[in-house]
């Protein structure tokens, strides 16, 4: 066998391994974790939506305390963009989750398909989960953003 065909066996090996991995299921404990993320998204959807709430204050209480309540300028800059969704992409029908994605143990990533009358909106909510020592360790939003770039959303 030559070096060649040998050194693309092991890489091909190695790329199916990983993809293998990646897929692993999540355990109950992980998967109760996410579910609390989600619970805490679908509550941001609520509030953000209903006219007697808004953006502003569904923002706030999903951000809580975390590292994004310090980010004034760009939290500000984030509601009032997202205020002008309805204006843009017609009244939210409803919304879907559409992937959750694991990196290593302590960042998440989940995205929405927000569902407007007259195009959806893609939202990307970032968790991570700092090891500071303390128990047990909480997951912070650390960012959150949305785009109408629907590529990767079959993935």
């Given at each position: 066998m030559s070096t060649t065909r040998f050194i693309l066996i092991v890489l091909m090996s190695l790329g199916t391994f990983s993809l293998?991995?990646?897929?692993?299921p999540r355990t109950r404990e992980q998967q109760a974790e996410i579910d609390k993320l989600q619970n805490g998204i679908e509550d941001f959807f609520k509030r953000f939506n209903d006219s007697t709430v808004g953006p502003d204050q569904a923002f706030r209480t999903l951000v809580g305390n975390g590292p994004l309540k310090a980010k004034t300028d760009e939290l500000t800059g984030l509601i009032d963009k997202a205020s002008k969704l309805e204006g843009r992409y017609g009244r939210h029908t409803g919304h879907d989750a559409a992937?959750?994605?694991?990196?290593?143990?302590?960042?998440v990533i989940l995205r929405y398909l927000y569902k407007g009358e007259r195009f959806p909106v893609v939202w990307h909510f970032?968790?991570?989960r700092p090891d500071?020592?303390?128990?047990?360790?909480?997951?912070?939003l650390i960012e959150i953003r949305f785009d109408t770039n629907l590529d990767g959303l079959d993935r």
């Open positions: 293998t991995a990646a897929q692993e992937s959750v994605k694991n990196v290593g143990s302590d960042l970032y968790y991570y500071n020592g303390a128990m047990p360790r909480e997951w912070n």
